[in-house]
């Protein structure tokens, strides 16, 4: 799973939230960023396929 946060500076508060939110609920999650694009922010969460997930299971 990969989740793409992408914000301007004026929302770095609302986008810390979700990120911690995010975190909480998928711990082994990897978080990166990038500043590719100035002033635009770019936040990639990725979630590794084979990895337990929030409230489900691993199937067979």
């Given at each position: 799973?990969?989740?793409?946060?992408?914000?301007?500076?004026?929302?770095?508060?609302?986008?810390?939230a979700v990120i911690q939110l995010v975190r909480k609920l998928l711990p082994s999650a990897v978080?990166?960023?990038?500043?590719?694009?100035?002033?635009?922010?770019?936040?990639?969460?990725?979630?590794?396929?084979?990895?337990?997930?929030?409230?489900?299971?691993?199937?067979?």
């Open positions: 799973m990969k989740i793409t946060i992408s914000y301007l500076p004026e929302y770095a508060k609302a986008a810390a978080v990166r960023s990038s500043v590719s694009r100035p002033p635009r922010k770019i936040v990639y969460i990725t979630l590794k396929s084979g990895e337990k997930r929030c409230g489900t299971t691993k199937k067979p």
